[in-house]
C-alpha cells in the first residue's frame, strides 16, 4: 500500500540519521534514550515510543487513529532494525564529516518525503501529528508552536536517558517539517491527479 511505502521509506531516514551519528530528528533521539535505557534495537524502541504516544493519542482523542496511525506504530520500527545494520555496515560514522553531514540531510528529505506520502493518503495521523492537532484544537496552540514545545520535550527526554545529540539533531528539527509539509501538498496533487483517493489505500 501506499502508505507502507511512505513509512519504508521514512525508516530508511531514520535509519540515516543513526548511521551517520551525529544526533538524530526528536523522535529519533528520543528512541535512541530508549534504545540505551533498555537495551533493545533501535527499531524495537521506535517501536515502543511510538506505542506509548499512540497510548497517549487514544486518551486525547481517539477519533484521531485510524489505520495509518496504527501502520505508523508498527512498520516503522521493524523498517529501522532492517535498514540500520545495513547503512552502519558501510561505515558512514567513521566517514568525513561532510559525508556525515549529508548522510543526516539525506535522513531528514526521506523522512519528509515518506512521511508526505503517509499523510497525503488520508488515513490518519501519526501519533506525533495527532497529539500537535489535539494541542491546536484544544488549547488553541499554533501548530508551529506545538510542534516546537513537542520536540524540545522529545529531545530533551532522550538526552536525559543518555541519547547523543549534535548537528543531526538540529538539522532534523529545522527542515523535516518544511519538507513534509512540501511533500504532502506535492503527493496529495499527484494523488488526486491520477484519481487515486483515500478510500482506495
Known amino acids: 500500500m501506499i502508505i507502507e511505502l511512505g ?26 534514550g530508549l534504545h540505551l535505557l533498555l537495551n533493545i534495537s533501535y527499531g ?6 511510538n506505542a506509548v504516544l499512540l497510548v497517549v493519542l487514544f ?6 487513529i485510524n489505520i495509518g496511525t496504527v501502520l505508523c506504530v508498527f512498520t516503522i520500527g521493524p523498517w529501522v532494525n532492517v535498514f540500520t545494520p545495513m547503512l552502519q555496515g558501510m561505515a558512514l560514522s567513521q566517514m568525513p564529516l561532510s559525508i556525515r553531514i549529508l548522510c543526516a540531510v539525506g535522513g531528514t528529505i526521506l523522512m519528509g518525503v515518506g512521511l508526505g506520502l503517509y499523510m497525503a493518503v488520508n488515513r490518519g495521523f501519526g501519533a506525533l501529528e495527532g497529539i500537535v492537532k489535539y ?3 484544544r488549547y488553541n496552540v499554533p501548530v508551529r508552536t506545538a510542534k516546537i514545545i513537542q520536540d524540545v520535550l522529545l529531545v530533551g527526554t532522550g538526552i536525559l536517558l543518555g541519547a547523543q545529540w549534535g548537528i543531526g539533531t538540529v538539522i532534523g528539527i529545522l527542515f523535516t517539517g518544511p519538507v513534509l509539509q512540501k511533500a504532502t501538498q506535492s503527493f496529495s496533487h499527484l494523488l488526486a491527479a491520477k484519481g487515486i483517493t483515500a478510500a482506495q489505500n
Open 7 to 32: 513509512l519504508i521509506i521514512s525508516s530508511l531516514g531514520t535509519a540515516f540519521f543513526y548511521a551517520a551519528d551525529l544526533g538524530s530528528s526528536a523522535m529519533a533521539t528520543c528512541c535512541d
Open 44 to 49: 524495537d524502541a521506535n517501536t515502543l515510543g
Open 59 to 64: 486518551l486525547l482523542n481517539r477519533s484521531y
Open 135 to 137: 494541542a491546536r484544537e
